[in-house]
């Protein structure tokens, strides 16, 4: 499966965006889907996940400004970012893949480690 972000750009703090990524080259709708944020010098965190079935988990950070969702008919995830902080400025990334095992902490089916990645889509919060 080949992944390709797009969506990301530059708005003032308040703003919104709304990110997708749409996967090609084989079956999207049976995979967790999950995005990540990196910014410059931090390491890649993952901000917001989604099973086949819908299920979804977000981290403490970002819950009830984000909202993860799909549209498997179209191989696509969207990220909806709503009251965006300068904090929130990053590289955005999606990753898919089948899940493989349950996460109590997190009470979420995902995979330990996902193979496939998009590219990356650029977040620019200004204050």
């Known amino acids: 499966v080949q992944l390709q972000a797009s969506g990301g750009g530059l708005v003032q703090a308040g703003g919104s965006l709304r990110p997708s990524c749409e996967g090609t080259g084989g079956i999207f709708s049976d995979k967790t889907v999950g995005w990540y944020h990196q910014a410059p010098g931090a390491e890649r965190k993952m901000v917001a996940t989604m099973t086949s079935d819908g299920s979804s988990d977000y981290a403490e950070s970002v819950k009830g400004r984000f909202t993860i969702s799909r549209e498997n008919a179209k191989n696509t995830v969207y990220l909806q970012i709503n009251k965006l902080e300068p904090e929130d400025t990053a590289n955005y990334y999606c990753?898919?893949?089948?899940?493989?095992?349950?996460?109590?902490?997190?009470?979420?089916?995902?995979?330990?480690?996902?193979?496939?990645w998009g590219q990356g889509t650029q977040v620019t919060v200004s204050s």
């Open positions: 990753a898919a893949d089948l899940p493989d095992l349950y996460d109590m902490c997190r009470m979420i089916r995902r995979p330990l480690r996902y193979n496939y």
